[in-house]
C-alpha cells in the first residue's frame, strides 16, 4: 500500500467532469472523515479520505494506491486508516462518513 498525505488545503476549483455535493458540519468539537474508495471490482484500487472542522476548514486529506482489491475491501480499508489516522493525531470525537452502507453496516 502506498499513501500521501496532503496537508494544504486543495484548489478552490473543482476538476473538469466534476459533480459538487453538499456536505454537514459536524457538531461543536467533533471532527469529520469523508472516505471514498475507486476501483473495477476486482481491480486496481485506491481510497482517499478528508478531515475537516465544524467550520469545513480543511485538516488533513489523504490517498492510498492498494494494487487490486473489491469494492468491500478497499472501502473497509478506507474506514479503518481514516479512523486510525484520526486516532493518532488525538482525534476522539470523530463522525465518519462513506458512501458504502454495506462497509458502515458491516458485523
Same mark, same amino acid.
Given at each position: 500500500?502506498?499513501? !500521501?498525505?496532503?496537508?494544504?488545503?486543495?484548489?478552490?476549483?473543482?476538476?473538469? *467532469?466534476?459533480?459538487?455535493?453538499?456536505?454537514?458540519?459536524?457538531?461543536?468539537? %467533533? %471532527? !469529520?472523515?469523508?472516505?471514498?474508495?475507486?476501483?473495477?471490482?476486482? *481491480?486496481?484500487?485506491? %481510497?482517499?479520505?478528508? /478531515?475537516? *472542522?465544524? &467550520?469545513?476548514?480543511?485538516?488533513?486529506? /489523504?490517498?492510498?494506491?492498494?494494487?487490486?482489491?473489491?469494492?468491500?475491501?478497499?472501502?473497509?480499508?478506507?474506514?479503518?486508516?481514516?479512523?486510525?489516522?484520526?486516532?493518532?493525531?488525538? /482525534?476522539?470525537?470523530?463522525?465518519?462518513?462513506?458512501? &458504502?452502507?454495506?462497509?458502515? &453496516?458491516?458485523?
Amino acid at each position: 500500500m502506498h499513501c !500521501k498525505l496532503a496537508l494544504d488545503t486543495p484548489a478552490d476549483a473543482p476538476a473538469s *467532469g466534476t459533480r459538487l455535493v453538499s456536505w454537514c458540519p459536524p457538531p461543536r468539537d %467533533f %471532527f !469529520k472523515v469523508n472516505v471514498v474508495f475507486s476501483l473495477g471490482n476486482p *481491480g486496481l484500487a485506491g %481510497f482517499g479520505a478528508i /478531515f475537516r *472542522g465544524r &467550520s469545513g476548514n480543511w485538516i488533513v486529506g /489523504f490517498s492510498c494506491h492498494i494494487g487490486t482489491s473489491t469494492n468491500m475491501l478497499a472501502e473497509l480499508m478506507a474506514i479503518r486508516f481514516g479512523l486510525s489516522e484520526a486516532w493518532q493525531r488525538g /482525534f476522539r470525537l470523530v463522525i465518519l462518513e462513506s458512501d &458504502s452502507l454495506e462497509a458502515v &453496516s458491516f458485523n
